[in-house]
């Protein structure tokens, strides 16, 4: 009986899409929010005593909805395209894409809300150092099928 291998690319390509997922209904529920109750958000912000402009709560739920887009997109490319042959680059472009955004979104946090660099930080990092190894990974393996 043979025992089918599933891929280090579609078990990592499972985190991203299902955490992904989390990341956008989260930002596009923070939308709603914003848009329906702008005053009541920022008056709970004031009574914590915290503070913060209209501007740069849009750009942190601007910036959780499209890293939740990427990593979906990126977590269904690498399930489904991680055994098709001729398509294997396809999921080293999405790590790439995720690495930039990874690191923008970082530089833009730190510099709009004053956040220093924390650990938490590095956690995207070694989830998509994961996705690009298996990536790498996986193109070696189909190539290696093909000759």
Known sequence: MRVRKTSLLKWVAMLELVIGAYNLMTGLMSAYVLITDLDGVMASFTESGVEY???????????????GLIMTVAGGIGMVFSSLQGKQKLPLYCGYSLFIFVILSDIIQIATMGAGFSLPMLFPFVLHGLYMWGAVKNKKELEAALM
């Open 53 to 67: 402009s209209t501007a740069i709560l849009g750009i942190s739920v601007a910036i959780t909805s499209l890293g």
